[in-house]
């Protein structure tokens, strides 16, 4: 489906701080960062902001003051943060994933993956990327050893290891959609980057359902998902982004760009009519 022509009044384009009305539009961090030019209620923030580490909580406040933030600050934090999408996202994952903030939660998860017969586990590093984060164990109990001893930082994501699982990479911005899956002969890491390989495959009707429902969730106005599609045919979320490596996608770099700005433009633009 072709997307539609965007038509964004010309006070919305551009990159520099611009008015309207008594509203501020700010499109770039550097404006943001700009002296005596703190945003305030009603201003729109139509950009990524570049937040170094333990400054996410300048979300929460520019969302406390009535700033309107374009992607979403949860999207913005789920894309930063792996244990903060596994809290809003586990219903979407793995059942039994958990993410585990101290040693007692840890302990609570060794009794429950006990119960459920749970033996190999996948451990996600909190702010780690690219596959290089990503450990697996052959029970949860080394993961309790090496934690107790102070070898593993908290917080950290755990999910059971599903054995001959898919990984399917999802890209939607607006009407853009594609799908490849990443495998790695050599390697339980399938990301790319890790040296799995691309091969671009179909989605059924209720898996663009199913990403939809959880960009939905998410506040995701577009998304890398990467999906686990398992030998019984269930499909769960494994991770979401709003940016992600496009290595073995079909779009370049380029069109990238330019599908993602025109579309958090037309997203201005309808938070803009709204308002008037």
Not at 13 to 25: E, F, M, P, W, Y
Not at 167 to 177: F, K, P, S
């Amino acid at each position: 489906m072709p997307e539609r022509p965007l038509h964004v009044p010309a006070t919305l384009l551009g990159n520099a701080l611009l008015t309207v009305r008594s509203r501020r539009i700010i499109n770039s961090n550097r404006e943001l960062q700009e002296p005596g030019l703190e945003a305030a209620s009603g201003d729109i923030i139509c950009c990524r902001l570049r937040l170094k580490y333990e400054e996410e909580h300048l979300l929460l406040d520019l969302v406390e003051r009535g700033v309107i933030l374009i992607p979403s600050a949860t999207s913005q934090l789920a894309s930063r943060s792996k244990t903060f999408q596994a809290r809003i996202l586990a219903p979407f994952m793995i059942p039994h994933t958990r993410v585990i903030y101290d040693i007692h939660g840890l302990l609570e998860t060794v009794s429950l993956y006990g119960r459920n017969n749970i033996e190999k586990v996948v451990l996600k590093h909190d702010r780690k990327n690219a596959g290089l984060g990503i450990h697996l164990f052959r029970d949860i109990e080394d993961v309790y050893t090496q934690a107790a001893n102070n070898v593993l930082p908290f917080p950290f994501v755990l999910q059971p290891f599903v054995e001959g699982s898919r990984d399917v990479r999802v890209i939607i911005i607006g009407t853009y959609i594609e799908a490849y899956e990443r495998s790695n002969p050599d390697n339980f890491r399938n990301n790319l980057h890790c040296g799995g390989n691309a091969d671009p495959v179909s989605l059924s009707p209720e898996q663009l359902d199913f990403c939809r429902r959880i960009m939905e969730r998410g506040g995701f106005p577009y998304a890398h998902l990467d999906l686990m599609l398992t030998g019984d045919n269930e499909t769960y979320l494994a991770e979401i982004n709003l940016r992600g490596g496009i290595r073995g996608a079909a779009i370049d770099p380029g069109s990238y760009r330019d599908k993602v700005r025109a579309l958090e433009n037309r997203l201005l633009e309808a938070v803009v009519s709204e308002r008037e």
